[in-house]
């Protein structure tokens, strides 16, 4: 029964989206003014619904019911339960299902407490809403069911991929997912206010914090599936350039920019048509990198095996969603008014500059993702990776971060640099010592880059406090700095893998010390040990930095039974300063094994780094809702009065 109510939930969803979608777009006609009323209760209602439907999925796979095909394909009885519970989204179905859920309650969130958009252009949200929601259940119903029964029960589930049973496939699909859909809000804000042609201020301050939510954890789902791969893959390398790790970086960047774009509007009703632009590019990319994923035209390790039928069908959403924007867009683009003129130097043009940086860097990323794709469907085999994405990248990258240090310091509207020259004077200096000292070590041009850029950047991001008491400065500038703090602190890790680390491959025996970077490491034994659903030979190394106290790492070969596969399960050794990262290999001849190790000098701060500019962002959130709540009881109290004075 558990599976026959999700799947009613479900239908359920789909028909209250399409009541959704047609009561908004009737409210806006003077016929249908009378059904304004019950579009806010039915998109919440769906979202109450399809949650049901999500949750019913993860009761089915937490109970491992083998009558389901989806649960028989993906699920053992014999798996751990966090494995159980993650493994409904580490399939194609219940990964979809997920996404639809966010995409419902999201429109649920907005219809229950956004009140500061005009109520047309709330419905036209609403339905818009609605609209991409309806494509996404038709999808899901028609050509993804995760409901579907076996005509007669499994003895035993397939079991899920080995690689996915890791407690990263808790922390980073549901994250990351958040970021993609959340920005489907942003989508539909920037339909509705072309719809009604209020494209303004009070606008964009009704669309920011939903983009900074979404922008939020976008970034903390990219940052925690770097880590996950790192780990996890064995291969040492925390970006690899795959299509489907551009996939989330695309939006990630879209989403970037479009938050720069839309405080711009809010504080200075300026970059109108760029914001409304950019709402919809930001969720087109999240549409492309679906459509990557699901179609079958990839081979990733993070890409689902999904027929090119059901990708045909997402191409079609996509082009209808995306298509009908873009279309609407130029239809309503010349009633989009350009707003508020600023001088060149300005804080406005420092961030028009970045988010033209950012775009560039897009359409590169996007180019090098699909082009080996189009090549492939001419005849050709292109592989684009490293060479390509890293240095026409740091073309654009490179000025932009430039500016990033120098921008905050600006004023709105017109300024001068003669005004900060002594401000900037120090993260200049920084910049060219840190850049004479790097290329003497012989790193090469892009990690020295790095290394200066970072350092310059750190101390840049800390200047908009000078001169201020630091208990009256208000969260969205603690939140900037923190933001602008992190891209610097990550910056340092990535120059840091790339000029300093140190490798060692070898096939070592029992006993064998070896030395990598500062670290002596001593292969003490091989063993085999035990899990609930693998096998592995565990490797025990004696690792000492520098002479100092000895402790343990363990990597291991593990062997899993269902479905059968191998994997490395690498050994990390965290200092404050870097990582020992070791991986055991196969038996070699004469009783050696294969061991392969790194020391990584700060590669911690990637991620530390990732994390802090997740938190400047949530800092920021937190400044600009209680803001808008104080206006808002504000504007409540003036109106109660004047009803009390009309009296």
């Known amino acids: ?141 028609l050509s993804s069911n ?43 804000f920037a339909i509705g206010a072309l719809i009604t042609r209020e494209v303004g201020p009070a606008f964009a301050r009704a669309m920011r914090p939903w983009v900074l939510g979404a922008w939020i954890f976008l970034t903390l789902g990219i940052v925690a599936g770097s880590y996950w791969a790192y780990y996890e893959l064995g291969w040492g390398g925390w970006w690899f350039w795959d299509p489907v790790e551009n996939a989330s970086l695309m939006p990630w960047l879209a989403a970037t920019a479009l938050l720069h774009s839309v405080s711009v509007l809010a504080a200075r009703n300026a970059l109108r048509a760029w914001t409304v632009m950019l709402g919809v590019v930001a969720f087109s990319m999240s549409m492309v990198g679906t459509f990557l994923v699901r179609s079958g035209i990839l081979t990733s390790v993070h890409a689902f095996a999904v027929d090119p039928e059901r990708g045909s069908f997402i191409l079609g959403l996509l082009a209808l969603n995306i298509g009908g924007a873009l279309v609407l867009f130029g239809l309503r683009a010349s009633s989009v008014t350009e707003g508020e003129r600023f001088n060149a130097t300005s804080r406005e043009s420092a961030l028009v500059f970045n988010n033209v940086m950012l775009s560039a860097i897009l359409g590169i990323v996007l180019v090098g993702t699909l082009y080996p794709l189009l090549a492939e469907a001419l005849g050709a085999k292109v592989s684009v990776g490293p060479p390509y994405f890293n240095p026409v990248s740091a073309i654009f990258a490179v000025p932009m971060l430039l500016v990033l240090a120098v921008g905050p310091l600006l004023r709105w509207r017109r300024d001068s640099l003669a005004r900060i020259k002594w401000q900037i004077a120090i993260p200049a200096v920084l910049l060219v010592g840190t850049l004479i000292w790097a290329t003497s070590q ?81 292969l003490q034994r091989i063993e085999p040990v035990a899990g609930p659903n693998w096998t592995a ?111």
């Open 537 to 647: 030979l565990r490797g025990d190394l004696a690792v000492s930095y520098k002479g100092g106290p000895i402790s343990e790492l363990h990597p291991a070969a593990r062997t899993f039974w269902s479905p059968p596969n191998e994997t490395n399960e690498a050994a990390l050794k965290t200092r404050w300063n870097g990582q020992l990262y070791a991986v055991l290999g196969q038996q070699a001849d004469g009783g050696r094994w294969q061991l392969r190790l790194w020391w990584k000098p700060f590669v911690p701060m990637i991620w530390y780094g990732g994390i802090l500019i997740a938190l400047g962002g949530l800092l920021a959130l937190f400044g600009r809702l209680s803001s808008d709540l104080r206006r808002l009881v504000a504007r409540d109290k003036i109106a109660y009065r004047r009803s009390r004075q009309g009296r």
């Open 442 to 522: 012989s790193i090469g041009v892009l990690p020295a880059l790095g290394l200066a850029l970072s350092a310059a950047l750190a101390v840049a991001s800390l200047l908009p406090l000078r001169g201020r008491k630091l208990r009256q400065i208000k969260l969205p500038l603690w939140g900037m700095v923190t933001a602008h703090f992190g891209i610097a602190v990550a910056l340092l890790g990535m120059a840091s893998d790339a000029a300093f680390t140190t490798e060692r491959l070898v096939a070592a025996r029992p006993g064998d010390v070896l030395e990598v970077g500062p670290w002596q490491v001593q």
């Open 146 to 188: 995760p409901f579907t029964r076996l005509s007669s029960p499994a003895l035993e589930g397939a079991g899920l991929n080995p690689l996915l049973q890791d407690p990263g496939l808790a922390f980073h699909p549901p994250p990351l997912y958040i970021g993609y859909v959340g920005l489907s809000v942003a989508f539909s």
């Open 1 to 141: 029964m558990i599976a026959e109510f999700g799947l009613a939930a479900l239908w359920l969803a789909a028909a209250l989206a399409a009541l959704q979608l047609a009561a908004g777009a009737l409210a806006l006609t003077s016929r249908g003014a009378g059904l304004a009323g019950i579009v806010r209760p039915v998109a919440m209602v769906q979202g109450v619904l399809v949650a049901l439907s999500f949750a019913a999925l993860v009761l089915l796979f937490a109970q491992t019911d083998l009558s389901v095909e989806l649960v028989a394909a993906n699920s053992h009885s014999m798996k751990p339960m966090i494995y159980k519970i993650t493994g409904t989204w580490g399939n194609h179905e219940g990964s979809m299902l997920l996404w639809v859920m966010v995409m419902g309650l999201s429109g649920c969130f907005v219809a229950a407490v956004e009140r500061r958009l005009p109520e047309p252009t709330m419905l036209a949200t609403l339905a818009g809403q609605a609209f991409v929601s309806l494509g996404f259940y038709a999808f899901l119903l």
